[in-house]
């Protein structure tokens, strides 16, 4: 008798064994999915999913800001790489040419860039710091948002998206015409994530036989973080539309480099400092 009974326990012990393993992970699969389902729920996790960034340094910013600005001939390449950013109306671009497109505000900001209200205060600060380092004359005016227009662009190498540089574009407002430009900035551009100041035209008390090109452009260097400025090697003097220049040449990205200005209109007594 016992062993029958211990015979139909193994029995029932064996059969509950089958039914657990055949329906038992189905049904604490709908357990689980009925516990998880149509509720909201939140699990922490780390920034490893965000992936490699790419960063670029000072000379690789300056130069996709260059090739951006300077640009001229649109390319075969070039224009297919660019029809998707030429056939949006949304993007408003200003300047859409070879490889490189200068681009209004396209995407929706990281929130590290400096913003509209902060861009004017940020302007002028920069200029107190280029005037302390003598790259200004100590005359030239702060900024503000009552006589400027301020801008956001991207500088994008379009064949290769991640190289991009937002940028602000300062500017004299046209509203300011008949005013005195006497000692003013009359356009900038400054950097969106660090506030320095890449490129700048300013009206100045200066005389062009005043102003040590070479002192300038290596004061802006070390501003800038670029390194030591090389002098580059022309013979032609149509290079600018006026006589009053010397060009500079910095590593840029590669084997490219980039040209730095710094010239002088002498009529209107402007100095500038300028990108290529």
């Not at 040590?212 to 400025?229: F, K, R």
Request: hydrophobic share 40%; with cysteine; net charge negative.
């Amino acid at each position: 008798m016992r062993s029958t009974m211990r015979y139909m326990a193994a029995f029932l012990a064996v059969v509950m064994v089958l039914v657990v393993s055949v329906w038992g992970p189905e049904t604490l699969a709908k357990y689980k999915d009925k516990s998880i389902l149509d509720e909201p729920h939140i699990e922490a996790v780390g920034e490893a999913g965000e992936g490699y960034r790419y960063q670029m340094n000072v000379n690789e910013k300056l130069y996709i800001l260059s090739r951006c600005l300077e640009s001229q001939v649109l390319s075969e390449s070039g224009q297919s790489a660019l029809s998707y950013y030429a056939g949006n109306a949304d993007l408003g671009y200003e300047v859409l040419e070879g490889s490189y497109a200068f681009v209004r505000n396209y995407r929706v900001l990281s929130g590290k860039e400096i913003t509209d209200e902060e861009i004017y205060e940020t302007c002028s600060q920069g200029l107190m710091l280029l005037k302390e380092l003598e790259i200004l004359p100590a005359q030239v005016r702060s900024v503000d948002s009552a006589s400027y227009n301020a801008t956001l662009y991207f500088a994008i190498d379009v064949l290769e998206p991640r190289n991009n540089v937002a940028v602000w574009k300062l500017e004299l407002s046209n509203s300011q015409k008949n005013a005195d430009k006497e000692n003013r900035l009359m356009d900038a551009y400054i950097g969106a994530d660090d506030g320095k100041i890449y490129e700048f035209y300013a009206r100045t008390p200066l005389l062009w036989n005043q102003i040590d090109t070479d002192a300038i452009v290596s004061a802006w260097a070390e501003y800038m973080g670029l390194g030591a400025p090389a002098a580059y090697e022309s013979d032609n003097p149509l290079l600018e539309t006026t006589p009053y220049f010397k060009k500079y040449v910095f590593p840029g990205m590669g084997d490219d480099k980039t040209i730095v200005t710094v010239g002088y209109y002498e009529g209107i007594k402007e100095l500038f400092l300028k990108v290529s």
